[in-house]
């Protein structure tokens, strides 16, 4: 299907979260886990979402409407960036979690989780968040292309383990493709 992302809000304060009619999927990860190259992939375009070299960078939460399909993409704050204050890192918080305690129409939420790396405490603390909240959790291994296979199927049946999903997280790859059209599969069931 020819789809179209258009970035139709972005906002910065918690009073400027609008409420949508349409059904919505956010997107959430650690900062510099490939969240901005995923959207861009998503997209089909280079430069949709600002891919920092710098982490941490994007404090913005940006609603992307997703045509012809009608719903909306929430790419939520990267978090747990190490080098971002304290204060940074409350208003991050407040503000996600405002926007998921106040989005009705809230079906899942996207967790980007980095496939280098072994399950970081604070990607536990938000899916189990997101569980005891009663949203479903969609989650992404990016990167993809930089693991062993074989370690990536390891981490694969880790996370398979630690959600107690039916299904092994997705591998994704902004720079290959992998996993881009099993996405759009999964978004579209979740969106309906
Ligand atoms: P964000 O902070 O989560 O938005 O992450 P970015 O999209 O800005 O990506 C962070 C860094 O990881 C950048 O240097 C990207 O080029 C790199 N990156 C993102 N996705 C991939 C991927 O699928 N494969 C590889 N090899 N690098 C990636």
């Known amino acids: 299907?020819?789809?179209?992302?258009?970035?139709?809000?972005?906002?910065?304060?918690?009073?400027?979260?609008?409420?949508?009619?349409?059904?919505?999927?956010a997107l959430a990860g650690r900062s510099n886990v490939g969240k901005s190259s995923l959207v861009n992939r998503l997209?089909?375009?280079?430069?949709?979402?600002?891919?920092?070299?710098?982490?941490?960078?994007?404090?913005?939460?940006?609603y992307y409407k997703v045509n012809p399909d009608g719903y909306f993409l929430v790419?939520?704050?990267g978090y747990g960036y190490a080098k971002c204050s304290k204060t940074e890192r409350d208003k991050w918080a407040k503000l996600i979690e405002r926007y998921i305690t106040t989005a009705e129409q809230l079906k899942a939420v996207v967790v980007l989780l980095d496939s280098r790396i072994p399950p970081q405490k604070i990607d536990l603390e938000l899916t189990s968040y997101l569980r005891s909240m009663g949203i479903p959790v969609i989650p992404v291994l990016t990167k993809a292309d930089k693991p062993k296979q074989r370690d990536l199927a390891k981490l694969q049946g880790q996370w398979k383990d630690i959600l107690?999903?039916?299904?092994?997280?997705?591998?994704?790859?902004?720079?290959?493709?992998?996993?881009?059209?099993?996405?759009?599969?999964?978004?579209?069931?979740y969106a309906r």
């Open 1 to 25: 299907m020819n789809r179209t992302i258009e970035l139709v809000k972005t906002i910065y304060e918690i009073k400027q979260l609008e409420t949508f009619e349409e059904p919505q999927i």
């Open 75 to 77: 790419d939520l704050p």
């Open 164 to 189: 107690q999903h039916d299904r092994l997280p997705l591998a994704f790859s902004s720079k290959t493709g992998r996993g881009e059209e099993k996405l759009w599969d999964i978004l579209g069931e």
């Open 43 to 62: 997209a089909g375009r280079k430069q949709l979402a600002k891919i920092s070299s710098k982490p941490g960078k994007t404090r913005s939460l940006n």
